[in-house]
């Protein structure tokens, strides 16, 4: 992971000079590597304390009760993973990642589908129609999740949607709106030439967005799934009402089953706390780039 | 693939491209056009737009979920949420939280992101470890905090104090210290996102304003106070709206780490609304609670929205 470059700086700032990997070296430079490595020891520390907790979860996975209760920082006494068993024998992790999984999947793409066959309707033609939409739709991304939390936890019950991963589906395609606006002001920078040209060749709407819009908006796409990814992957409100029966929950649901499961037993918990946290831990390696990307691009409009 | 004209075709002559087109496509294009926002209208209205239109109607009646009579009751649910201490105390403590969370990680977050931003041993390794502690889920994090702030003596967090000679405290069963405790894990964990933000901006400061402002023989506070702050003002604008709306969506953590303990210290608007709407199907009084909540945070992100614009001009 430490090679994984979070944002690439060219040049520093103060000397406008392409940075070197390692410390100066030049007479002058001397006491500049001297506050090299002074920086580094105080930024280093102070990442250890603060990831002191991730330290903690992950070494109580090979403890046991007392072991974990005597000495909570110290390395396991035997890297056993008579815990890691104990866990996936007795809760349905397995189908829990499974559910996840598909209601994740599911509900991003319909989202990012939606969003941005909404976004391409927008600027395929300028009207009082699509002013009126995009001003209500701009309301409406305004409007906190609690306003609208028991009508449509009615709306799920009265459609039998509830203890159903098809009912947290269609209450996560709700967030279209948030992947419109982004996908939008995206899409309003795009060379009109392209699709025009595309038009007089005889395509249709439908081929143009497919064929030509998507692929040409891909950098807002992937920011968009990557965050809608997280985001609905670590939801834990809609879960918590919607779901019931065990063989439903979502993983964040399970974990939060396993407390009551395992009372005492933190060991356990950490365990599967750790089993939990691994998907996103691999996710966040593979797409820290387009996290931060989107965070840059999603703030520049504010 | 950019073009000098404006990013609208422009027919020969200078005037639109609108003008040269003809009847069926305009037609076509209207079709197509609607057909495509079509479905984000539905879900839009599905989801927002009804059931805000029912949350409204609800907070005005008795209805209960079951009994088939509603009857109108005018404001009485409002009352009986101001009156009602558990509800009021959510109210209380969301705004707290949204406050503190927003204040403590934007003063946290700017001077790790200056700091984070120079050279040092293993710099994208400790970036990337304060940035991946707001990827996982708020609620698996809460309950893990739960266990480290466990209250009896071989607990880690009493533990750790033990070694410095101090006496175990109960972090998540006292009102006050639970309150803290909650804001202190939300600030670690959202801290090395914002700085992640921040850094971005930071990278985009010219270099030649610490170039002269060293010249001129400016301290590096003076530097940091007066080109780097009000370099970053478009920044904090930014980052201080995310924290504040999802300050006030709160409900993952805190309901992680003390169910809303102890009492309703803890109580966040949306567990009350999810408290009462869905355990306990008191619709009226819940849906009076998300129409006052949703005015609360209105009129709170418009005053912010106020002050940004006052901060950015006055350093624009």
Known sequence: MADNTLIPDVVDPLTKKKKSKKPPTTRRGKEERVRY????????????????????????????????????????ESWSLSNYVTVFTTLPVGQAFLNTLIVTVTAVFLQVFIGSLAAYGMILRKSW??????????????????????????LGAKLDLTNSLL?????????????????????????????EAARIDGAGPWTIYWRIV???????????????????WNDFLWPNILLVSNDKRTIVLQVFNAISEFTTDWPLFMTIT????????????FTQRWIVAGLISGSVKG | MA?????????????????????????????????????????????????????FYFSLTDYNGSSQEIHFVGFQNYSEVL????????????????????????????PLAVTLNKRFFMRNFSRSMFFFLGVPSMAILGLVWRYIFSPLPNGAFNQLLGIFGAEPQPWLADATMAQWAIIFVSVWAGVGWHATLYIAYLQAIPGDLYEQAQI????????????????????????TFLLMTGGLKVYDMPFAMTGGGPGYATNTVTQSIVIQGVAQSQWGIGSALGVMFMLASLVVVMLQMFAARLISQRFA
């Open chain 1, 167 to 195: 009912g947290l589906v269609i209450v996560y395609m709700g967030s279209s709106v948030f992947c419109y606006f982004l996908i939008v002001g995206y899409m309003r920078k795009l060379p009109m030439e392209l699709i």
């Open chain 1, 129 to 154: 129609f699509t002013a009126a939409v995009g001003s209500i739709l701009l309301i409406g991304f305004t409007i906190p999740v609690q306003a609208t939390l028991i009508p449509v936890y009615r």
């Open chain 1, 214 to 232: 998507l692929p040409l908006i891909r950098p807002i796409l992937t920011t968009v799934v990557v965050f809608q990814t997280l985001a609905t």
């Open chain 1, 37 to 76: 490595w002074v920086r580094s020891a105080i930024v280093l520390s102070i990442t250890a304390v603060v990831m002191l907790p991730l330290y903690y979860i992950f070494v109580s996975t090979f403890k046991t009760q007392t072991e974990m209760a005597l000495k909570p920082f110290a390395l396991p």
């Open chain 1, 274 to 285: 750790v089993i939990a946290l691994v998907p996103v831990m691999v996710f966040f390696v």
């Open chain 2, 216 to 239: 001129d023989g400016a301290s590096s506070r003076q530097q940091f106070f007066h080109i780097t702050l009000p370099q970053l003002v478009p920044a904090i604008v930014v980052s």
């Open chain 2, 83 to 110: 009156a009602s201490s558990e509800l009021s105390q959510g109210l209380y403590f969301t705004l707290l939280f949204a406050f503190m969370h927003t204040i403590f990680t934007t003063v946290l977050a700017i």
């Open chain 2, 3 to 55: 073009t000098a004209t404006s990013p609208q075709t422009v027919a020969p002559g200078g005037k639109p491209a609108k003008v040269r087109k003809d009847r069926s496509r305009t037609f076509w294009d209207k079709l197509y056009s609607t057909a495509f926002i079509m479905p984000i209208m539905i879900v839009f209205i599905a989801l927002t737009v009804i059931p805000l239109i029912q949350t």
